[in-house]
């Protein structure tokens, strides 16, 4: 079965420090792992996928993950927050590369102070 | 390009009605998928749609029905609303199952 836990359901940063939004997932094949930010009232814009290519991944707007199969871990970062990175962020979970439905962690909410 | 339409944005409905929703995918995509989103949580998968067949639900009740068009269109249906139904609906498209999933802003769904 696939899961992912989120660590953090908040995270409050300083505008111009670095991010970490934490995850751990759960799978038993071949998983994709995909981050996907929901800005209020919008929908859900995919920021980065991991499809057994390259460990470390890089998205738009400067975020990256890096794939750990030992840790089981998939956690996001930025070197440094901007206030329009102010938003929910969801990481999330498809077994057999990416053929199974998507499992969502329950989120994220980024905070960036001025 | 367009990208995912989903309508009506919002709608208001009472316990025990019918409400459909639609979604247009987005342009070259063939599979859509619909996801349930309640208020402070992660969307929850209900179903899939290719080939106008239902290919993978989730763990969701009968009252929850779908249909893929020929144009890869797609409708949402649920039957006999509960309170607990209010929810921001989305849906997502791709380029066949295994591909990369791309949201619409969802339709707001507010069960009195």
């Known amino acids: 079965a696939q899961s992912v836990t989120q660590l953090d359901s908040h995270v409050s940063v300083s505008e111009g420090t670095p991010v970490l939004l934490r995850c751990n997932y759960s799978?038993?094949?071949?998983?994709?792992l995909f981050w996907y930010v929901q800005h209020p009232n919008k929908g859900l814009q995919l920021l980065l996928k991991y499809t057994s290519a390259a460990t470390l991944v890089k998205g738009i707007n400067g975020f990256e993950a890096e794939f750990k199969k030992s840790e089981t871990s998939f956690h996001l970062t930025k070197p440094s927050a901007h206030m329009s990175d102010a938003a929910e962020y969801f990481c999330v979970v498809s077994d057999y590369g990416g053929r199974r439905a998507l499992t969502f962690g329950s989120g994220t909410r980024l905070q960036v102070q001025p | 390009d367009a990208g995912v339409t989903q309508s009506p944005t919002h709608l208001i409905k009472t316990r025990g009605q019918q409400v459909t929703l639609r979604c247009s995918p987005k342009?070259?995509?063939?599979?859509v998928s619909w996801y349930q989103q309640a208020l402070g949580q992660g969307p929850q998968f209900i179903f899939q749609?290719?080939?106008?067949?239902?290919?993978q639900r989730g763990n969701f009740p009968d009252r929850f029905s779908g249909h893929q068009f020929p144009n890869y269109s797609s409708e949402l249906n649920v039957n006999a609303l509960l309170l607990g139904d209010s929810a921001l609906y989305l849906c997502?498209?791709?380029?066949?199952?295994?591909?990369?999933?791309?949201f619409g802003p969802g339709t707001r769904l507010l069960v009195l």
């Open positions: 997502a498209s791709s380029l066949q199952q295994g591909g990369t999933q791309y």
């Open positions: 749609y290719y080939e106008e067949e239902e290919r």
């Open positions: 342009s070259g995509h063939d599979t």
């Open positions: 799978s038993s094949y071949s998983p994709s």
